[in-house]
Antibody, heavy 122, light 112 residues
Framework: QVQLQESGPGLVKPSQTLSLTCTVS??????????WSWIRQPAGKGLEWIGR???????NYNPSLKSRVTISVDTSKNQFSLKLSSVTAADTAVYYC??????????????WGQGTLVTVSS | QSVLTQPPSVSGAPGQRVTISCTGS?????????VHWYQQLPGTAPKLLIY???NRPSGVPDRFSGSKSGTSASLAITGLQAEDEADYYC????????????FGTGTKVTVL
């Protein structure tokens, strides 16, 4: 059973960089045809896809965040990471990491981490 | 900036049937991309409920069903149970500048 766990600071100051890591257990991050994604959810609001990475290092980002986002992968540690620069209070949210699995001709977020709350405040 | 529109809330008594709509556009659902549904219980991460418009992952009760037509999709819950009280989100792929993966605005299901 694949499990994902987010980790990182729960408090980030405005204008600084938010950094989170997702550790994958129960399987190799490199096995199978999977993308690994970050998704966020402000309190009381809906879900927003941030970006995805393949184990080759290929990335795609949400255009609305693209200028501030970097997602990277460390296959030796079975981890992938998120960096979001120049944060503001609007970036305060629960951040989820998730596996993007391929089923037929479609891709689905089939495994999720429990989520971690990141607050942007001075 | 959700591009898939859902009703904010729906409610029903135990045993009743409720439906949740998900309206998109020609760059996502209308373009033929599949719709998936996620259930988010209070304080937990979303869980895949329906994939590929109408398929249920192993372990999901057959009370949950999905359909898609044109630029919209629907999730139906028959025989509503107290444990179904949760937020539900549709999700699809978008070929415009909205981003590759887009979610619905979310619907709160209340069991009366």
């Amino acid at each position: 059973q694949v499990q994902l766990q987010e980790s990182g600071p729960g408090l980030v100051k405005p204008s600084q960089t938010l950094s989170l890591t997702c550790t994958v257990s129960g399987g190799s991050i490199s096995s199978g045809s999977y993308y690994w994604s970050w998704i966020r959810q402000p309190a009381g609001k809906g879900l927003e896809w941030i970006g995805r990475i393949y184990t080759s290092g290929s990335t795609n980002y949400n255009p609305s965040l693209k200028s501030r986002v970097t997602i990277s992968v460390d296959t030796s540690k079975n981890q992938f990471s998120l960096k979001l620069s120049s944060v503001t209070a609007a970036d305060t949210a629960v951040y989820y990491c998730a596996r993007l699995g391929i089923v037929g001709a479609t891709s689905i977020f089939d495994y999720w981490g429990q989520g971690t709350l990141v607050t942007v405040s001075s | 900036q959700s591009v898939l529109t859902q009703p904010p809330s729906v409610s029903g008594a135990p045993g009743q049937r409720v439906t949740i709509s998900c309206t998109g556009s020609s760059s996502n659902i209308g373009a033929g991309y599949d719709v998936h549904w996620y259930q988010q219980l209070p304080g937990t991460a979303p869980k895949l409920l329906i994939y590929g418009n109408s398929n249920r992952p192993s372990g999901v009760p057959d009370r949950f069903s999905g359909s898609k037509s044109g630029t919209s999709a629907s999730l139906a819950i028959t025989g509503l149970q107290a444990e179904d009280e949760a937020d539900y989100y549709c999700q699809s792929y978008d070929s415009s500048l909205s981003g590759l993966y887009v979610f619905g605005t979310g619907t709160k299901v209340t069991v009366l």
